[in-house]
């Protein structure tokens, strides 16, 4: 069975309170009943002495009237029971009680007498040794203190007028007082009776107010905490308002902490649940990418080897078909009407040239020499190279460069290179002229410069972007040779960067290029 906290607290605070209180109460009581004790003891020696002074010339004088009714009136004083003085024979010499004087005490019938008298001790001797006051049960059974005071021979008594005794009796007789314990005894018990109300009524206040603090203090911001921790179990996240500054006051402040990252965990959960779809489908286009990337990559290695050594082999005939060509046009024993045929034959060995050149360019892309400089110095030189092109007369730059650019560690005549084929494409994509922007600045994540090429000609359909890469993917006819963006690709990829491109068929395209800073 679960008992309640407060249940537990209660009965074991009870239960201890209780017990320390009667112990102490017993105590307490005890130890006051000894006092009330010693001094009704103390009180009846000094009543024994006094009345024994009082008759001692009396009896000298063994003027017996006169002790009499000194003890007659004496035995009138409150509470007390009796007063007697027997002779060493145990008969009644002298009493408050007239009718029993001269009668003898039986030892065993008076309890006075077994104060001194047990079967043990039967000698005069015994009542020095003894304490000579005792609580007793009087012939009415009721508690009665009794004191002996034994009256011993002196020099006086057998020196005296009267020679009543003789020098050798040690004992003459015995003062005997009772009093009533009555008053004693009902005082204490007033006491104890008052004691255990005051000690009823500590034990229930302090119990009260224990439970009630044990309430507000403990079982109050338990049950909320407890409520709390089921409504969060249900998924209901709720903070705790109230906090006091204790020991629980930090429980609720560390249960609110909790609630609060398990919500924002439930809540990423959630919104990671919501838009998984669209997260793995970013991750497929990615990873599409990624692989359209390494294809091109791979395509590009294989084809720069076989590309090398086909251009190697051709560069040597063609440069003697070159030769020939250009002798027999100038040789005057040629036909008027072959002239034409001769400069085709020119014109087409120079493209092959050109075409064998590039394909050397896209074969030695690997290793680039790479100098830390600024991209903009690179660019202006660029346009130095390419600004009487018959393809720029139309076109008018607008460069806009970020003066802040950091310096980049690059290859400045590939990157020459790479901006000539894009430039130039740019170019022939605004046959009627057009605008071209050249913008540089540094990435959002500041990792990256970045050169944007923007043009306002032909632009892409978006079929042929995929394609744009791609060696010998001209649009040009014969006179493009589908080269130079993938020549430019091969070395922005060995300078660790990538090239970017957006356009819109009929507004404008641009490309990217982004170096690592
Ligand atoms: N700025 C541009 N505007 C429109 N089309 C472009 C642009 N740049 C490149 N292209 C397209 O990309 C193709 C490939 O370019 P490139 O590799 O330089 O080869 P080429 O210039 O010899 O055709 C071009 O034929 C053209 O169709
Ligand atoms: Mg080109």
Known sequence: MRLKLIVQISLITGIVLSFTSALFGYFNISSLKQAFLQSAVSDLDHLGETIFRS????????????????????????????????????????????????????????????????????????????????????????????????????????TGACHAHSKDTKLLGLLEI??????????????????????????????????????????????????????????????????PGDELGELSEAFNDMTG???????????????????????????????????????????????????HELNNPLTGVMIHASLLARDPRLDDGLVEDCQTVIDETTRCSKIVKELLDFARVSDPQKVMQPVSKVIDKTIALIEHHSDFKDTELIKEYD????????????????????????????????????????????NHIYVRIEDTGCGIPKENIEKLFDPFFSTKGHKGTGLGLSVSYGIIQSHGGDIEVESTPGTGTAFTIILPI
């Open 403 to 446: 003066p802040d650019l950091p310096e980049t560690l690059m290859d400045a005549s590939q990157i020459e290179q790479v901006l000539i084929n894009i430039m130039i494409n740019a170019s022939q994509a605004m046959p009627e002229g057009g605008e071209l922007f050249i913008k540089t600045g540094v990435s959002e994540s500041g």
């Open 261 to 311: 990252k398990l919500k924002k965990n439930q809540d990423e959960m959630d919104e990671w649940a919501a838009t998984l779809e669209t997260r793995v489908e970013e991750r497929t286009r990615e990873i599409k990418e990624m692989q359209a990337v390494l294809v091109r990559s791979e395509k590009l290695a294989s084809l720069g080897e076989l590309v090398a050594g086909i251009a």
């Open 55 to 158: 008759v001692f010339h009396q009896m000298l004088e063994n003027d017996r009237n006169a002790i009499q009714v000194t003890i007659v009136e004496v035995g009138q004083g409150k509470g007390i029971e009796r007063i007697r003085i027997l002779n060493r024979d145990g008969m009644v010499a002298f009493s408050t009680r007239k009718g029993e004087i001269c009668t003898t005490v039986v030892k065993q019938q008076a309890p006075a007498c077994m104060v001194c008298h047990n079967e043990e001790m039967s000698s005069e001797d015994s009542c020095a040794s003894l304490p000579r006051s005792r609580m007793l049960v009087n012939s009415d059974g009721k508690k009665v203190l009794g004191m002996i005071r034994p009256i011993y021979n002196e020099p006086t008594c057998w």
């Open 178 to 243: 009772t009093i009533s314990a009555d008053p004693m005894l009902s005082m204490i018990r007033n006491y104890r009776n008052n004691a255990v109300i005051q000690i009823f009524f500590l034990i229930l206040s302090i119990s009260l107010c224990l439970t009630l603090l044990t309430k507000r203090l403990i079982i109050q911001p338990v049950h909320t905490l407890l409520e709390h921790t089921r409504a969060v179990g249900k998924g209901n996240w709720r903070l705790i308002k109230s906090v």
